[in-house]
């Protein structure tokens, strides 16, 4: 069987139609594991092994650094991640038209821990985070893919609940992982969590049943290479302002946790070593929030048959925790903030995937229209670090502008799912 001849006749990815055959049992945990080993590895290392190192290597201009490495890794998943999902489309590969870009990926992302590992110096911290967001964005796609590609649309949104789950968890034990390693020995920082997101993703690579395209690959002419990158925003606009949604709300979250490690020790006044146990509790209650609104949100949005009103709802309640987390003159404050914005973004990543699987214009080209949804959160990894940097030194240090424009990023991304008629 073909992929195109599993698809339903019209395309559309809200049916419960999966490409392939069935799948067991052990399929969903699984899933929901690579996911968490990804999360892991991703978020131990850009939440904290990158900016601790990036403080020791040069105090001053860290925050222009972390803007550096951060622009310049997500230019290169950027570019890659639009192509890896038009090519997954067209994989004729024996062992699945996914399969093999975990398995590559896996390699390539484990091979860029390494490298950061042995780094001594910003360029080759560079070259090793550009080849960790190469891999590890491959391994992504396919994750994303397989959402659309075998789990029904009647439980997508509960899926998605426990993947976002796995996902908070899995930062807030990055991020504590590299905290409780030893200060000295920076190498561990980046090889440990490289080795548990190796040990967590590998499972899925043999432990579900891969759709295989059987029939002929047209040839892939430069127009469709371009098209990669694009849909028409006119012609999909439900789709276009989902996609908008996410891009604001990436933004939000982004521009506050990529600085979250400086502004504990700028703005709180912890030492670089204290910082990362600061850091952990306050996302351990960015966690809870999380977690509480995730489950809740996502059995609700399946059962009501309702994404957009829990997705708008979400921004603007985001926009209100960074608003306490600005206006917090001690601990306790800042903590309730934390909790507030981890449980808005916990009721929107619950329901924004399921959203965005049931707005893609078609089955046949997922990977690809699922590579230009990566997008909407990848776009702000070049353009949050340069932004959030740029208005930290023009207010002389001072946080607060940073907030605002997150709290304005949240707000966008809220009511951008207003005018969306697709989906209730």
């Not at 849909?231 to 908008?244: C, E, I, S, T």
């Amino acid at each position: 069987m073909t992929a195109r001849e599993a698809a339903s006749a019209s395309g559309e990815l809200t049916g419960d139609e999966i490409l392939g055959g069935p799948q067991g049992r052990q399929f969903l945990p699984l899933f929901v594991l690579a996911w968490f080993g990804a999360g892991i590895t991703l978020g131990a290392i850009t939440g904290a092994a990158i900016p601790k190192l990036l403080t020791i290597l040069d105090e001053p201009a860290k925050e222009d650094n972390l803007a550096l490495v951060s622009a310049v890794g997500g230019i290169a998943i950027t570019l890659a991640t639009p192509l890896m999902g038009r090519l997954s489309d067209r994989t004729t590969s024996a062992l699945g038209m996914r399969r093999p870009w975990f398995l590559g990926g896996l390699a390539v992302g484990t091979i860029g821990c390494v490298l950061m590992a042995l780094a001594g110096g910003l360029p080759l911290l560079l070259v090793g985070w550009v080849v960790v967001q190469l891999g590890y964005g491959a391994v992504a796609m396919a994750n994303h893919t397989l959402l659309a590609d075998q789990v029904p649309a009647r439980i997508r949104a509960r899926v998605a609940a426990a993947v976002g789950v796995a996902t908070a968890v899995s930062t807030i034990l990055g991020v504590g992982l590299v905290a409780a390693l030893p200060f000295g020995s920076n190498w561990t920082w980046f090889a440990v969590p490289g080795l548990i997101g190796l040990l967590a993703v590998a499972p899925i690579c043999v432990g579900y049943r891969d759709a295989v395209r059987t029939g002929p690959v047209p040839p892939l002419r430069a127009r469709e290479l371009l098209g990669s990158y694009w849909l028409d925003p006119v012609r999909y606009r439900d789709f276009a302002w989902a996609w908008a949604s996410r891009f604001f709300m990436t933004m939000s979250i982004l521009t506050i946790s990529l600085f979250l490690f400086f502004l504990i020790i700028d703005t709180l006044g912890y030492s670089a070593q204290e910082a990362g146990g600061v850091q952990t509790r306050a996302l351990g209650v960015f966690f809870v929030g999380n977690v509480v609104a995730t489950v809740l949100f996502g059995w609700l949005s399946d059962r009501l048959g309702r994404r957009r009103a829990i997705v708008w709802a979400s921004g603007l309640c985001s926009a209100a925790g960074v608003t306490v987390v600005m206006l917090s003159d001690g601990m306790g404050a800042f903590l309730v903030g934390m909790a507030v914005v981890g449980f808005a973004q916990g009721a929107y990543i619950a329901v924004d995937v399921a959203l965005m699987t049931e707005v893609l214009p078609s089955r046949e080209d997922a990977g690809k229209d699922l590579g230009i949804v990566a997008l909407a959160y990848q776009l702000p990894q070049i353009i949050g670090p340069v932004v959030g940097a740029a208005v930290i030194a023009l207010a002389g240090g001072d946080y607060r502008g940073l907030f605002v424009f997150s709290i304005v990023c949240s707000v966008l991304g809220g009511l951008a799912v207003v005018p969306i008629r697709g989906v209730r």
